[in-house]
């Protein structure tokens, strides 16, 4: 109402017919600062809410721990500076003393009778599988539904419904639930964190390819369809070619984002590198969890420095747009 | 398609001309090899990685050992619940007990139980300690001291009180050595009846189990005494005994399971739904239908004394015993929390490193180069990681949480803003700074208005998906409902509280999408929805 009495230049002619320009300005320029006033305040007044209601609801207060926020550095400060490479390699340390804390070499893992993969390594390597393998799983099946939820490629909207709902469910479900409920038919171990990934990738990718599909240049499949070929030649000869290198770019982009559910997922009970970082925080071991922060922190950044020079090969500086 | 596109030419093309063609364009007619058979080469390195995976995670052995018959339970306790009487009939008598916190409040009489009395031969043993059982005696277990006339369903022997626990139920009480068995005949049950469904029923007697599923029916005498099984024929499919003389599995599917034992037969019969959803068996308002509990809200008369009926109401229903509604939604109103303030916190912050980030906005390579390995470091340790820290740092609850969401997404604020400030349109600056404005004024009218929308837009998409990543760091204690999920999960008995969970996570998530969306769209134009 105030908005559209404002707006209208009509109401700002006074009496001799001349348009006050300079008073209709200030007029909406007071209204536009009004609103931000309003919005800002509202948004103060929640975010005030907010952090009242996470401090009384935590088990310590923010005031009383604020001087404990950097205890942690204390937990990550090794007997010596070679440690963290004695911990990384698993070598023995001139500490041991028969505790869990200093045994770097018992978490071997050997594959000829001397050569072996340090723990840590091992554990990476499997996290990292994790994250490889339900990429890919949700790299197929997403590949195989987004046609299917493509309008510009299924003209059965009950079809397109469904498909699209399906895939909104597998994204939004929580990983941790399909993740818990796998651990309760396999008990421990990386499988459930494989189905709890997988499931996620398939609704995430499904939704970016099929919004990719819709914005793909019809005319080959114009032409195709003009010389008789059925749907699957269609879309396999028409449009696959020219979409596949976003897919293989949010592929990628996928992989990235993996890395790091896997670790997490790891954390509570589904094996791999996450689990290994838990424990060791949990005992108070400084050595250990440096060793497995800094090999987390490496394989992070190289993921991601590779998926982005990947990405950047394959679409160019599309790459960096980030999808939702 | 070629061979018909040659017929209708009037021109047949000779061998000269295809090799001419071929000459022509060497790229469309002999590609590389790699580019010939990439497709080839990327299903191949697939199925190898895929091979290669299988073994290292020992996928065949794992899933041939899960355990899938608890699956189909799991996934049917989602949406459904078991009630869970015992038919003892140890000494002759047949007892009817109900675990101690059964769905069906204290004093249980559901319909699909029917008793028959008659005169029962009970073997009694004369005990030194304590006078033997008479049904008279013994109150209710569940509720001490309550005068029930019809004590019998809810009545239990008190030397069998020990087997209300637990599944051991082969634990007898130890038999008095000194005892002399003592027979008595007095009136008592003698037949009960466990319907499962129109077709599927247990009828038990002290000395036989009769089993009828369908057209099938199965005849087992239990002997308490020898502690022996036998079905008088063979078995059918639904029913299942592992060990001769032992226990057998009933299977009616759906319907619920039975285990026939020597001594007693525990029924689980299912129901679809949620049980006491909205009150507990505690709450005066338990089992009223709607229309009852909303005329209870507003009659005068009080089901408590020192409160108003309406707040009992809320309290009840927030205090729900098996529910925990209150705390569910709090602990969901602590994710929430958890994504908004930690993603506001790291847009505030981020917004003003950006700049300094941006090598066209700040003319200082080294600051530039700093703040962006900075936000790389921030990004890169892992969401994990912080949360564990802060969990340390803060104790678990949310502050770890908007800790630990504030730390990564600072590093990817920092780099998705610098990012979008050097890729800004450098007109708009010159012009504002060729009127004379000062550098603060360059960057608000020649920068902001550009790259505002776009920081919105990306602010909300990282709520909107924090959202959903709060869920899970939640479960190593950074506070939020992913704590209690994980929880309720481990005791692989509250699958139809995790169920509920996440229906109300499903709704938040959706809820947050659609808004997300809608104001993104309002800010970038329509190409983002």
């Known amino acids: ?324 | 398609m070629n061979a018909s596109a040659m017929n209708l030419s009037t021109k047949m093309l000779t061998p000269q001309d295809v090799s001419a063609i071929k000459a022509r364009y060497p790229d469309a007619f002999q590609r590389s090899f790699l580019k010939r058979f990439s497709t080839v080469l990327c299903f191949a390195v697939v199925a190898v990685y895929m091979i290669y995976v299988s073994w290292f995670f020992a996928i065949g052995k794992v899933f041939s050992e899960g355990n899938w018959n608890i699956a189909g339970s799991y996934l049917a306790d989602w949406v459904s619940y078991e009630i869970r009487p015992d038919i003892d009939y140890r000494t002759g008598e047949i007892l009817i007990e109900f675990p101690r916190f059964s769905p069906l409040g204290a004093e249980p009489d559901p319909e699909w139980i029917a008793t028959e009395r008659g005169t029962v031969t009970l073997i009694e043993k004369k005990q030194t300690a304590s006078k033997p059982s008479t049904p008279s005696t013994s109150g209710s277990f569940m509720a001490p001291g309550s005068a029930t006339g019809g004590g019998e369903l809810s009545f239990m022997a008190p030397d069998s009180s020990a087997t209300n626990t637990g599944a051991n139920s082969s634990n007898a009480p130890a038999p008095d050595n000194n005892a002399e068995p003592q027979t008595v005949t007095r009136e008592g049950i003698n037949q009960a009846e466990i319907v499962f469904s129109n077709t599927a029923k247990v009828i038990v007697t002290p000395d036989i189990v009769t089993v009828m599923n369908g057209e099938e029916s199965l005849a087992i005498d239990v002997d308490p005494i020898n502690e022996t099984v036998i079905p008088r024929d063979s078995l059918p499919e639904w029913a299942l005994q592992k060990r001769e003389n032992e226990k057998i599995f009933i299977n009616f599917g759906f319907a619920g399971r039975a285990e026939i034992r020597a001594k007693e037969v525990k029924i689980m019969r299912r129901f679809f739904g949620w049980e006491n959803f909205f009150f507990d068996t505690n709450s005066p308002y338990w089992g009223q239908s709607f229309t009852e509990v909303v005329g209870n809200v507003f009659s005068s008369q009080r089901l408590s004394e020192n409160r108003s009926n309406i707040s009992l109401l809320v309290d009840n229903f927030l205090n729900n015993a098996e529910w925990q509604h209150g705390d569910v939604y709090i602990k969901l109103l602590q994710t929430i929390v958890m994504a908004f303030v930690g993603t506001l916190f790291a847009v505030l912050i981020a917004f003003p490193l950006s700049f300094a980030a941006a090598r066209n906005i700040t003319l200082n390579r080294f600051l530039n180069q700093i703040l962006k390995r900075f936000f790389d470091f921030l990004r890169s340790v892992d969401m994990l990681i912080w949360a564990l820290f802060f969990t340390r740092a803060f104790g678990p609850g949310p502050l770890a949480g908007i800790s630990a969401i504030f730390f990564t997404d600072t590093g990817t604020f920092g780099k998705l803003y610098s990012e979008a400030l050097e890729n800004i349109d450098d007109k708009q600056r010159e012009g504002v700074r060729s009127v004379g404005a000062s550098p603060a004024a360059v960057q608000r009218f020649g920068v902001v208005p550009q790259v505002l929308p776009v920081f919105a837009s990306q602010a909300l998409y990282f709520w909107e998906s924090n959202t959903r990543s709060a869920t899970i760091i939640g479960a190593v204690g950074a506070g939020g409902i992913g704590l209690k999920l994980w929880e309720a999960m481990r005791t692989n008995q509250d699958w139809e509280n995790v169920f509920y969970m996440v229906i109300l996570i499903l709704i938040v998530v959706f809820a947050f999408d659609a808004v997300s969306n809608a104001l993104r769209s309002r800010l970038i134009g329509k190409q983002q929805s």
């Not at chain 1, 109402?1 to 209208?8: E, G, K, P």
């Not at chain 1, 509202?42 to 952090?51: E, H, K, P, Q, R």
Request: glycine letters at 10%; charged letters at 20%; a neutral charge.
């Open chain 1, 1 to 324: 109402m105030l908005a559209t009495q404002s707006n209208n230049p009509a109401l700002h002619i006074d009496a001799d017919g001349n348009y006050d320009v300079d008073g209709h300005f200030k007029q909406l320029r007071g209204q536009k600062r009004l609103y931000t006033i309003l919005g800002l305040g509202a948004l103060f007044i929640v975010l005030f809410f907010s952090l009242w209601f996470a401090n009384e609801t935590n088990s310590g207060k923010f005031l009383d721990r604020l001087p404990h926020f950097f205890d942690f550095v204390g937990d990550l400060i090794p007997r010596d500076g070679w440690e963290i490479g004695r911990a990384l390699f698993d070598l023995s340390s001139p500490y041991f003393d028969g505790s869990l804390k200093f045994n770097y070499p018992e978490g071997r893992v050997y594959i000829t009778e001397s050569l072996y993969i340090p723990e840590y390594f091992y554990k990476m390597i499997e996290t990292l599988n994790i994250a490889i393998l339900s990429t890919l799983i949700g790299f197929i099946f997403g590949f195989i539904l987004c046609f299917l939820a493509a309008s510009n490629l299924t003209t059965e909207r009950w079809l397109r419904f469904v498909v699209r709902r399906f895939l909104e469910i597998l994204r939004a479900f929580p990983e941790i639930v399909i993740a818990g409920f796998f651990l309760a038919i396999f008990s421990l171990g990386p499988i459930p964190a494989i189905i709890a990934v997988s499931i996620h990738t398939i609704g995430a990718l499904g939704k970016m390819f099929y919004e990719v599909v819709e914005n793909a240049d019809m005319k080959p499949d114009e032409g195709l369809r003009a010389a008789g070929g059925n749907w699957v030649e269609r879309v396999w000869f028409g449009i696959v070619p020219q979409i596949m290198p976003n897919f293989l770019s949010y592929g990628l982009l996928r992989l990235e984002i993996n890395v790091r559910a896997s670790t997490i997922l790891g954390a509570v009970g589904a094996g791999g590198i996450g689990e290994v970082l838990r424990l060791s925080i949990s005992r108070g071991h400084e050595a250990k969890t440096l060793a497995i922060i800094l090999i987390l922190f490496v394989t992070i950044v190289c993921v991601d420095q590779l998926s982005a020079y990947l990405r950047k090969r394959i679409v160019g500086n599309q790459a960096f747009e980030f999808g939702a």
